[in-house]
C-alpha cells in the first residue's frame, strides 16, 4: 500500500516486533536478544514466535538461548546494559516477571539513580501479558507493578504499527523499559496462534520510523465520554463506542500505548471536552494502573468532571482457568458500555 | 533388586495405563477443539510418576509441575476429578478454578500443581519442615524437569532441605528437553545428579523408562527420608513421547532420537519385564489396559455432564474461608 | 496503668510484636517463626529485634534460624501453611520482597484460589519498610505493590496497640498476610536503635486481645479536610494537624491499619463531612496507595467533594541516600501543611 | 609460589593500609555521630579485595556487596571519592545517592556496590557476556560473602557463566558469619568451593588473609577467564575482625576464635612475610603507614569541605539523560 506516508505493507504484531529487532539489531551491533527458547533450531521463537527466524541472520551469540533461569537473564541483562550492550530480554510470560522481580525492582531500576547518575542501563523486558485460559499463573497483566517503579519505563503496544516504532524507542533508550505485549494481540500464525485472538494487523511503513515515549493517540474521537484503554482493552473500548454510537452517544478512546511516562495531557484535555472519563484495564482493580489514571485526572481536571470517574478492571482475583468464569473475569464491551451508561446518569 | 508383591506390580501397570490412555484422550479432545486451554503431556514418562507414588502412603504428599496430570493420577486422583478439571468444570479436582496446570488435590496429597518451573521446590521443603515439625513420619515426593534445577528457587529448597535434614525426595524427570532447549544447551554437567554433591545430599540416576527401578531407587530414599536422614536427589531418565505443549511438533528433536526412546516406551518396557518374567499373562494385561479404556470413557463422561461453573464464581474462593 | 480496659503498661511496638507473638506461639503449636539471623544465640532477634529471646522460650526449632534464602524462605512458609502450620516468616528489609515475589504473587495469594479454595495458607510475612539513610536498597516503602495483589492481605501497625493486635489477628487468619512494619516506629533500644525514630509507645492491655481487618480508626476528628495516613505517615499527619489547629483549621486524621481489607466506609463518611481529602503515603507516588484512595474515593463520595483529593507521598525516585535529599524525599509535615491550605482555597 | 614485583608488593600493602585505615577512621567517624547510614567495614578482610584487584587492569570490572569499601578502593576508586559518599555529599563516588552500601565508580571499572545479597553475581555474569561479547580480553571478578551462596542468584547467574565459559572469577570472601549467622547453619559443606562442581568449573579454596595467596590463585582464575576458558569459584577464608554492622558486638562469635583470627590480621600476615623474606623494610612500612594516614586525613577533609546535594537534587538521575 502507498499513502502520504510512503510505501506500506500490513502486518501483524509479532511480525512488526519481529522487523524491529531485526532492524536495530542490523543498526547496532550492542543489541542482542537473550531469554529461553528463543533461538533453538526448529523450535518456537519465544513463546509466541517474535523472534522466530532471527538466530538465521545473526547467529546464536546475538539471539541467545539461556537456561531457564528468570533472575539470571535479568542479572545479566543488567551487567551487559551497564558495560556496554543494549539487551532485549525476553521472558515467556509476563508472570514470570515475578522470579526476576529484584533484578528489575532493586537493580535495573535504581543503579543509575544509586550512581549519581555515572551509569546507565539500556535494556529491554519484553513480557507477554493477558489472560487466555491458561490460569493463574500464565494469564497475569502485571503491568501495574512496574509504574510503581521508579526508573523503568513502560510501553504497552496495541497496534503493528505502534508495536514496531516503540520497540526501536525502547532499545534506544538508556533507560530500562518494560515492553508488554498481549497474547492475544500478537496475531501469531500456525501453531502458536491463540484462540480468541483479535489479531490486528497495521499498515507499517517500509521506511524506518520510531514512536515517542509519553505520547497517547486518540484511536475516536468523541464528546460525551472519555475511554482510556491499552492493549486488548483499546478493542474492547473501540468495540463498545461502535455500539454506543447507535444510542447517539460519542466516546472518546484514548490509547496512551505507554504507561511511563504517561500522556496525562492528552487525557486531561480531552476530559476538560467530555467531562467523564472510563478507564478500561485488564489488570486487577485494587492499586492497579486505573486507579493511578483516575487520581491523576480528579486533580488535574477536578472542576470539569461532571460525573466519578469509573474504573472497569479485572476484578481482584486471580485469573480463573474455567473459559466461562474467565469471560467474566475479562472487561467486555457490556461492562464498558454499562459504565459509558452510568457516567451519562450524571447531568 | 526388589520384586514388589503382585498387587503392587499389577497397580503400577494399571496406573501407568490410566496416565497413558487420560492423556491421549485429552490430546485428542484437544486436538478436536472440545477442550480449552493449553496442554503438558505426560506420555512416555508415566513410570516416573508411578515408580515414585508406589512408595508413598496416602498421608504422604507430592508437588508437581507445569505437567500434572500424571504425577495427580499416580497418587490417587481420580480420573474422573482430573478429567473434570481439564474441562474447567465444578467436579474437577480444583472445581475449574485451576485447569491443566494446576491439577492436584490435596485431601490425596496431591498439593494442586505449581506451574512456575522450580516454584514447587521450596513449597516442598516447607511440607517436608512441616512433616517433621509435626512429629509424623511423612515423606513429600518433589517432581521437577531438567529445567528446574537452573532455577534459584531449586537452588534455595535443596539447599534448606538438606540443612535441616528434612524428609524429601527431589525427583528430577530428565526428559533431556526444557520446552525446545537441549539440555546440553542448559547445564554443564553428564549428569544431574551431580548437583546433590553441591547441598551435601546423596544423588543418583535411574532409568525413568523402567518403573521397577524407579521404584527402588525412591523406595531407599523414601526409607531414608522416614528415618530422618534427610533428602535425596533422584535423577530419573526419561522422554518425551509428545510434544512439549499443545500442537508442537518437535521440531528440534532428532527424529532417530524419538525412534530409539519409542522403543523404550514404558508401558512395553514393563509388559516385556512383566511377561518374560511370568508375572503377568499378557491377557491379563490386555484385561487391565480394556477396564482403564472403560473408565477413560467414564470420565470424560463424567466431566462432560458436570456442571459448568457460574461466570460469577469467579469471585469465591479469593482467600480461604474461615 | 489501670483503665476501664484493664491493665495496661506502656509498650513499643518491638515489645509488642513480640509479645503478640509470643502468646500465639504458647496457644498454638503450629506457630513458628523463620527468617534470617532471628534466633541465633547473642544475635540480633531478627534486624530490628523483635524475636530477641524468644528461642530461649520456644527453641531453635520454633524460631528457625535460615540460610540467606528469601525466595525459600518464602516457598517454605507456603509448604508449611498448605500442610497444617502456621508460619510466621520474616524478611529482614522490606526491600527484599522483591527477592521472594514469585512465592508470594504467584504461590502464596494463588494457591487458595487454583485449589477451588480447597486448601489454605495461613502465612504471616513480616516486612519492615521506611526510609533511615541506608539508601536505595534498604528504605523502600513497598506496601502499594502487595495491595494488588488478589489473595494477600495487607497490615500497617502505628501503634504498639495495634500492632499487637493486628499481628495475632494476621497470625490467626487462613490467609497470607503481609504484615509492615516502620523501621522509625519500633521503638527498638539500645544497640539497634534508630536515628530520628518516632518510636511511640502506647497502652497496651495485659488482658488479651485482637484486632479486626478492615476496621481504621480516627486518630484525631476535625470537621474541613480529612487526611488518610499510615505507619510513620501517621504521625507526621498528627503534627501537621496541630499545627493547623492554631490556624484555625480541623483535620480528621485517619489511620486505616489495613490496606487489605481497606476501611473505605470509614474514609467515605469522614469526606461527606469534610469534602476534602489529602492522602499522606511514604510509597512512590505512581502507581502507589494514595492513588487507590483517590480513585476509590472520588467515586464513592463524588458529590461531596469541594476540592481535588491531594495525594502527598514520596516522588517517583528511588530512595536517596544524602540525609538531606532523604528528608526531602519523605513527605514532611510541611507539604501536609501546604496540602491543606491548598484544599482549603476550593470553597 | 609466585613472587610478584616490588612494586606490586608496595602497591598492595599500601592499598591495604588504605582500606584498613579508612575503615578505621570511618568507624569512628560514625560512632561520633559524624557519619549517617549505616556502615559495614572490611576490616580483616582486605587480603582478599587487594589480592584479587592486583591482578586486574583498569578496563577489568569487579562488582562487589553491601561491604564495599574496600573493594571500591582496591579497583581503584579514591579515597576521597569513597570517604565523600559515606559523607553523602555531592563530590562522592555516586554523588551522594548511594551511600555506604553503593560505592563504586564504573569509571575505573567498580560497578556501584549491589546490596541485596547474591544480587552481583548474575549481574557479574552479564558484565562477564558483554566483555566477551564485544571481543575484549576483560575479566570481571565478583566478590560475595559465603551468606550470598543460597541465594537463588547465586545459583542462576553461576550456572550460566560456567555454561557459557564466560571471563569471570567469582570470589567468595569466606568469614565464617552472615551476619549473626555462622557457616554451619546456612551450608552442609566443609568447603564452599566444593559448589564450583555443581557447575562443571573449578573451584579452590585459599587464605583469605594471605594476600599473596589470594594473588596468586586469583590470577591463575584471571588468566583462565582471559584466554576464554571460563570461570572460577575461589573461596577465600577470612574473617571480620570487626561487627557485622554499626555496633553490632558480636555477641554470636567465640571470643577466642576471634583472637585467633586476631593473630592472624592481614596486615601482620603480610608485614611478617614481607620483612622476612627482607623485600621490605619495617622503616619503608611504616612510612607507607604514615602516609596513608594522611591521605586519610585529606580524605576527610575533602569530604567534609564538599558541597552538600541540595535536597531537591534527590529528584535527579532517576533515568539516564540521553
Ligand atoms: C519460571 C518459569 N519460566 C518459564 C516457564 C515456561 N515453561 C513452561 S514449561 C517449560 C520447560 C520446562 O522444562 P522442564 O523443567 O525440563 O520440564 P518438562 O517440560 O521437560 O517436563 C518452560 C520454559 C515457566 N512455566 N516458569
Ligand atoms: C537478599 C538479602 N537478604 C538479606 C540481606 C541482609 N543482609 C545484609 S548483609 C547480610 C549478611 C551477609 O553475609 P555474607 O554474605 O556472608 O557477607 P558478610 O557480611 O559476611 O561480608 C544480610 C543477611 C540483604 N542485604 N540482602
Ligand atoms: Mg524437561
Ligand atoms: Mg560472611
Request: with cysteine; glycine share 10%.
Amino acid at each position: 500500500m502507498s499513502t502520504e506516508k510512503g510505501e506500506t505493507r500490513r502486518m501483524t504484531i509479532a511480525e512488526a516486533l519481529r522487523e524491529a529487532i531485526r532492524e536495530e539489531m542490523r543498526r547496532d551491533d550492542r543489541v542482542f536478544c537473550l531469554g529461553e527458547d528463543i533461538g533453538i533450531e526448529g523450535g518456537f521463537g519465544g513463546a509466541f514466535t517474535v523472534t522466530l527466524g532471527l538466530s538465521e541472520e545473526f547467529g546464536h551469540e546475538r539471539i541467545l538461548d539461556t537456561p531457564i533461569s528468570e533472575a539470571g537473564i535479568a542479572g545479566a541483562a543488567v551487567g551487559a546494559a551497564l558495560t556496554g550492550m543494549r539487551p532485549i530480554a525476553d521472558v515467556q510470560y509476563a508472570d514470570f516477571l515475578f522470579c526476576m522481580m529484584d533484578q528489575l525492582v532493586n537493580q535495573a531500576a535504581k543503579m543509575t539513580y544509586m550512581s549519581g547518575g555515572k551509569v546507565k542501563v539500556p535494556l529491554v523486558m519484553r513480557a507477554p501479558c493477558g489472560a487466555t485460559t491458561r490460569g493463574a499463573q500464565h494469564g497475569q497483566s502485571p503491568e501495574s507493578f512496574f509504574i510503581h517503579v521508579p526508573g523503568l519505563k513502560v510501553a504497552c503496544p496495541s497496534t503493528a504499527y505502534d508495536a514496531k516504532g516503540l520497540l526501536k524507542t525502547a532499545i534506544r533508550d538508556d533507560a530500562p523499559v518494560l515492553f508488554f505485549e498481549h497474547k492475544l494481540l500478537y496475531g501469531s500464525k500456525g501453531m502458536r496462534a491463540e484462540k480468541d485472538a483479535v489479531s490486528p494487523t497495521s499498515e507499517v511503513p517500509t521506511e524506518e520510523y520510531t514512536l515517542p515515549f509519553g505520547k497517547g493517540v486518540v484511536r475516536r474521537e468523541g464528546k460525551d465520554v472519555t475511554i482510556v484503554a491499552k492493549l486488548l482493552m483499546v478493542y474492547k473500548a473501540l468495540a463498545a463506542a461502535t455500539r454506543l454510537e447507535d444510542e447517539g452517544v460519542s466516546c472518546e478512546v484514548i490509547d496512551p500505548r505507554t504507561l511511563v511516562p504517561f500522556d496525562t495531557e492528552m487525557v486531561v484535555d480531552s476530559v476538560r471536552k467530555t467531562g467523564r472519563l472510563i478507564i478500561v484495564d485488564e489488570c486487577n482493580r485494587t492499586g492497579g494502573w486505573a486507579g493511578e489514571v483516575a487520581a491523576e485526572i480528579q486533580e488535574k481536571a477536578f472542576g470539569y468532571l461532571e460525573a466519578p470517574i469509573l474504573r472497569i478492571t479485572a476484578p481482584d482475583t486471580p485469573v480463573p482457568f474455567s473459559p466461562v468464569m474467565e469471560k467474566f473475569y475479562v472487561p467486555d464491551e457490556d461492562r464498558i458500555t454499562d459504565a459509558v451508561r452510568e457516567v451519562l446518569r450524571w447531568r | 533388586m526388589i520384586r514388589p508383591p503382585r498387587e503392587s506390580l499389577v497397580r503400577m501397570y494399571q496406573r501407568m495405563q490410566q496416565i497413558r490412555q487420560l492423556e491421549e484422550k485429552v490430546y485428542y479432545l484437544f486436538l478436536q477443539g472440545d477442550m480449552p486451554g493449553t496442554l503438558h503431556l505426560y506420555i512416555g514418562m508415566e513410570a516416573c510418576a508411578v515408580g515414585v507414588c508406589e512408595n508413598l502412603r496416602h498421608e504422604d504428599y507430592i508437588t508437581s509441575t507445569h505437567r500434572p496430570h500424571g504425577h495427580a493420577i499416580a497418587k490417587g486422583v481420580s480420573l474422573k476429578a482430573v478429567m473434570a478439571e481439564l474441562f474447567g468444570k465444578s467436579v474437577g479436582c480444583c472445581g475449574g478454578y485451576g485447569g491443566s496446570m494446576h491439577v492436584g488435590d490435596l485431601a490425596v496429597g496431591s498439593v494442586p500443581a505449581i506451574a512456575i518451573v522450580g516454584g514447587g521446590v521450596p513449597v516442598a521443603t516447607g511440607i517436608g519442615l512441616s512433616c517433621k515439625m509435626r512429629k509424623t513420619d511423612n515423606v513429600v515426593c518433589c517432581f521437577f524437569g531438567d529445567g528446574a534445577v537452573n532455577e534459584g528457587a531449586f537452588h534455595e529448597g535443596l539447599n534448606m532441605a538438606a540443612l535441616w535434614d528434612l524428609p524429601v525426595v527431589f525427583v528430577c524427570e530428565n526428559n533431556l528437553y526444557a520446552a525446545s532447549t537441549p539440555i546440553a544447551q542448559a547445564v554443564k554437567l553428564a549428569h544431574l545428579s551431580e548437583r546433590a554433591g553441591a547441598y551435601g545430599i546423596p544423588g543418583v540416576t535411574v532409568d525413568g523408562n523402567d518403573v521397577l527401578a524407579v521404584y527402588e531407587v525412591v523406595g531407599q530414599a523414601v526409607e531414608r527420608a522416614r528415618r530422618g536422614e534427610g533428602p535425596t536427589f533422584v535423577e530419573c531418565n526419561t522422554y518425551r513421547l509428545c510434544g512439549h505443549s499443545r500442537s508442537d511438533t518437535c521440531g528440534y528433536r532428532d527424529r532417530e532420537e524419538e525412534a530409539e526412546w519409542k522403543k523404550r516406551d514404558p508401558l512395553l518396557v514393563m509388559e516385556e519385564n512383566l511377561t518374560e518374567a511370568k508375572l503377568i499373562t499378557p491377557d491379563e494385561l490386555l484385561g487391565i489396559k480394556e477396564a482403564v479404556a472403560r473408565e477413560i470413557d467414564e470420565a470424560v463422561q463424567f466431566a462432560r455432564a458436570g456442571q459448568t461453573p457460574k461466570p460469577e464464581d469467579c469471585m469465591q474462593h479469593v482467600c480461604a474461608e474461615e
